[in-house]
């Protein structure tokens, strides 16, 4: 008996097949050797295993397999993807994103030279720290500002140049984890600095600071603003105020985590009052680290804004260059902080500020105008869809108590919440392009309009008829063999 294998078509074969019809072209001849090789790879398991169900001889499985090889491999590792969610500040989904003018700003400095580190009027070299740092001071009320790769970056900089070798006061109900496994403790000890932990883990009162200053060996207080979690009940900390006088007494500065990062009026967003930058400064910190893709709403970068001399140092250390950022960065921070001068303009234009106060019935309007699209396909595939109640969540590590009331569609498949039913709805979803993420609370998917922006609704509605038009249970492969 003839071995069924001998009659799989050779890559050569294949490739002038494909160039005689037009297939495969605009990629690189390397990669669509490779495609070829593999679907050959897959058609020579599948005969070997009794599965083929084609002609083994015929050749367009096998482009079509390259086809879909090579258009998967040509995919960007980090792609785009559709916030269904109702996480405004989703980490794992990039966290902020960019307003139109940061965008644009963006690609006006990578579309060629700048003045990154050329100062235009003296015609001879610059500091790339000069950018943003005006902006910054305006906004915060800040004598100079400092921008780094991120929030925690800034605080290992400012550690090390303030402190390396000697000892930071911290209180015990501020050894937060900021994220990512890393712990304040942590973070002293990469910057080289001591720490000197004071108080109970519910109770902190200045006298426990002003006891460990007066030990002696102390370079600098810290306090780490809780922004991911709360403690409640029998509890007492020291004010900002009142570690800034004795900062001040014991002429050491005060260094003031923050890490989220809002310049805008947390109640015109509709959002408990959250210390800010000038909130800090303004109550005597010497230096305020904060995000800048956090509730600010730009790109990921850390900003360091306190007193003239306390910046110049951190300016001044060699680690300051390993945590410099790019043009591009520098581009879309400053284009956002432009957007802050005008309160009510920021709100309407940087999309984190506009998705935190879009209106109830907004979100109920969108919830239920994709209920409409999806209902007749929904039938069909025996799933219900509603438009119902849930809360999504500002997220980022901030505001963990204030959950954001949210009109959501909700799909309820005939499989339940598990296989074939809501968790491989949305692994379908997730396979479309662009990937939709969405959430699955016991047997239901839910949509949360409140983080689709604009263009995206009938994006999350086209792959919601298609996941749904699939048989229950059926996920695309995952895989580029498939």
Known sequence: MTDPRRALPGVDTLLARAAAEGRLEGHAPARVREALRAALAAARAAVTAGGADVDPGDPDPHLAFAERWLERDARPSLRRVVNATGVVLHTNLGRAPL????????????????NLEFDLERGARGSRYVHCAALISELTGAEDALVVNNCAGGLVLALNALARGRDVV?????????????????????????????????RTRIEDYRAAVRAGGVAALLKVHRSNFRIGGFTEEASLAELADLARQAEVPLVHDLGSGLLADAAALGLPPEPTPHDSLAAGAGLVVFSGDKLLGGPQAGLVAGRRELVARLRGSPLCR?????????????????????????????????????????LDAAAGELARAVAGVAARAGARVSVGASTGRVGGGTFPEHPLPARVLRVESAGGGGEGGAMALAA??????PPVVARVEGDALLVDPRTLQEGEPEIVRAALVAALAQAPGSVDPPSGLG
């Open 322 to 362: 390993a945590l410099r950022v790019d043009k591009a960065t520098l581009a879309a921070l400053e284009a956002t902080l432009r957007l802050y001068r005008d309160p009510e303009r920021a709100v309407r234009e940087i999309p984190v500020l506009e998705m935190l106060t879009r209106p109830l019935d907004q």
């Open 99 to 114: 307003a139109a003018a940061a965008r644009e700003a963006m690609v006006r400095a990578a579309e060629g030279y700048e």
């Open 170 to 202: 911290v209180s015990r109900g501020e050894m937060v984890e900021i994220g990512g496994g890393f712990r304040i403790p942590e973070v002293l000890e990469q910057a080289g600095a001591g720490l000197r932990e004071v108080g109970a883990t519910n």
């Open 428 to 433: 379908r979803l997730r396979g479309w392009d």
